[in-house]
């Protein structure tokens, strides 16, 4: 895998000077989003119905972080039950 230091080494010489403010922060990356816990997730399905809802109204009415919502519709999505739409919308997908 590329590391951002492995491309700063090829593009220093090719600018002909040192690259300040772009060196890898030092210590661990930071953590990415938490997994959604089981009870986020049957909120946040709970919420979603065959009628489009906004992705925010999701996230005021579930009381979850964007982060969590964002990843349970994902999981969704890729389980083919989600449609999204325009305007930051979403909704269950109808039954076959």
């Known amino acids: 895998m590329t590391e951002a230091a ?3 080494e090829v593009v220093r ?3 002909g000077r040192k ?3 772009l060196e890898e922060p030092a210590g661990e990356p930071p953590a990415g989003p938490a997994e959604p816990a089981e009870d986020q997730r ?3 399905t709970g919420l979603l119905s065959h009628a489009p809802v906004s992705i ?3 996230i005021r009415q579930s009381q979850s972080p964007p ?3 964002r990843t349970v519709l994902l999981e969704l ?3 083919g039950r989600v449609q999204r739409h325009g305007g930051g919308m979403v909704s269950l ?3 076959p």
């Open 6 to 8: 492995d491309v700063l």
């Open 77 to 79: 999505e890729l389980a």
């Open 67 to 69: 982060a969590i919502v």
């Open 13 to 15: 010489p090719i600018l």
């Open 42 to 44: 049957t909120r946040i």
């Open 93 to 95: 997908k109808p039954d």
């Open 19 to 21: 690259l300040e403010g």
């Open 56 to 58: 925010d109204d999701l």
